[in-house]
């Protein structure tokens, strides 16, 4: 049953072992005891713990770790309880002569060759103990004999600036990962990609247009794409991603982490249909470009930056997992057509933001919206209602019409949830601004 054919991801390094030869059966509590020690009493890797009813079982990773050693424990008795690996916070993982305090547990359980619990946890920072509790878990119910495999791995990245091509600044004071040099670069390094934040002793700025198409040997598109589940990290250095950077980038998984409060922008169709499932935006940002993260399908979630200012056209759209509520910020001053358009698991919008217009097809097709709030300043500055802004939003029921309305577009609300509307009798409405069967009261 061997644990690196059961996890994959950047957070598989390498597989650390230290083999510990205890036979365990479970007590009373749900706590696991070492059988046949007369003193009540335990040492692992030099540490003595005392048997008791309160304490669980506990594993306990050496304060110096090397990548290439691994915790594995046999065990027979009833499952039940919580097992803690204990890490110390001095615990250093090393390799290659580079550190990096991060650790993860994984749990494997089974019945002869089957197996019945594979659990494990993300990739954390060295701080407190990692836990995984299996209480109340079905299938480890009655007796049963097998393996508890504990294993630890270091996420240590590798150095990929000889992978990569480098174009100095105008003003010669920073870089732009201009190309990518080698298309070996996600084999190289084990699909956790961070990028360099220096070159040559300036800092690197700028992610190049079109980064992941400009391999030697083809499409780094379609190379990331076979890779599967990529980890790719941006350098707090960095202040723009280009144009098509990451379009139709990586596999299903894919994970950006945008180190830092400094990039300002995402340029038009950055991560255009790529198989982006997460990414944190800072809130530094202030411009999204046009297709920006359109047709992500796998992205579940994502926070508007608190100082947003410019959202381009079609920057969601069909964004088909995302989910939640949308919260467009007071400092947005610009926002093109069809931004969230076809988001249909969105559920709500929270509108901050003080345009004079919600744009075309904004959120046309959102057919899970239910909910669109209005901050008090932005009440008081919209004026129109452009075409098809909520065509298709079929769960959204009511809208509140403020006396500064003047234009409620044709097809607005056509085919919405809208059951009546009470807008303003001076507003200008078409045959088509609301669904068929809407009651209308102007006043």
């Known amino acids: ?24 059966l479970i007590l009373p509590f749900g706590c696991i005891k070492a059988s046949a020690m007369a003193n009540q009493t335990v040492t692992i890797e030099g540490v003595t713990y005392a048997i008791s009813d309160e304490i669980p079982y506990v594993v306990v990773v050496p304060e110096s770790i090397t990548v290439g050693d691994a915790d594995s424990v046999y065990i027979a008795g009833e499952v039940n309880g919580t097992v803690t690996l204990s890490v110390p916070s001095s615990t250093i993982l090393t390799q290659e002569g580079k550190n990096e305090n991060k650790i993860s547990c994984s749990v494997q359980m089974g019945t002869g060759n089957k197996l019945v619990l594979s659990k494990s946890t993300a990739l954390q920072t060295v701080r407190d103990d990692i836990r995984v509790d299996f209480d109340g878990e079905a299938p480890l119910t009655g007796n049963w004999s ?26 010669g004071t920073y870089y732009i990962i201009s190309s990518v040099k080698d298309t070996a670069i996600l084999s190289y390094c084990n699909n956790n990609l961070v990028l360099p934040s220096t070159y040559n002793g300036k800092p ?32 707090s250095s960095v202040t723009t991603i280009g144009k098509h950077a990451f379009g139709y980038f990586g596999g299903s998984g894919t994970q950006f982490i945008i180190e830092g409060n400094n990039l300002k922008t995402i340029g038009d169709n950055a991560f255009n249909r790529s198989y982006l499932y997460s990414i944190n935006i800072p809130d530094s940002v202030t411009s999204i470009g046009s297709d920006a993260f359109a047709y992500c399908t796998y992205l579940a ?11 381009g056209g079609w920057a969601f ?35 901050n933001c003080k345009l ?50 003047t234009t409620i577009a044709n ?9 009546s509307a009470t807008y303003p009798k001076t507003a200008k409405t078409e045959s088509k601004s609301f669904p068929s069967g809407c009651t209308l009261n102007p006043i």
């Open 1 to 24: 049953m061997p644990l690196n054919n059961q996890l994959e991801g950047a957070e598989m390094k390498r597989l650390i072992s230290i083999t510990f030869a205890f036979m365990y």
């Open 146 to 171: 097998g393996n508890i495999t504990y294993s630890v791995y270091a996420n240590i990245a590798k150095d990929v600036t000889g992978y990569l091509n480098f174009t100095l600044s105008d003003d």
């Open 204 to 235: 690197v700025k700028e992610i190049g247009e079109k980064l992941f198409y400009a391999g030697v040997n083809g499409s780094m598109a379609d190379i990331a794409k076979q890779k599967g589940s990529i980890k790719v990290t941006i350098p």
């Open 301 to 311: 979630q994502v926070n508007i930056p608190a100082y947003l200012q410019i959202l």
């Open 317 to 351: 759209n069909n964004c088909t997992a995302l989910s939640g509520t949308i919260v467009l910020p007071e400092t947005l001053t610009n926002m093109e057509q069809s931004a969230f358009a076809s988001c249909s698991k969105i559920t709500a919008v929270e509108w």
């Open 356 to 405: 004079a217009a919600i744009p075309y097809a904004a959120f046309k097709g959102c057919t899970k919206l239910n909910s669109f709030s209005m901050s008090t300043s932005a009440k008081s500055v919209l004026t129109e209602i452009k075409g098809y802004a909520f065509n298709k939003c079929s769960a959204l029921t009511s809208f509140e019409f403020r006396p500064t309305v």
């Open 411 to 419: 097809y607005a609300f056509y085919a919405s949830g809208l059951k």
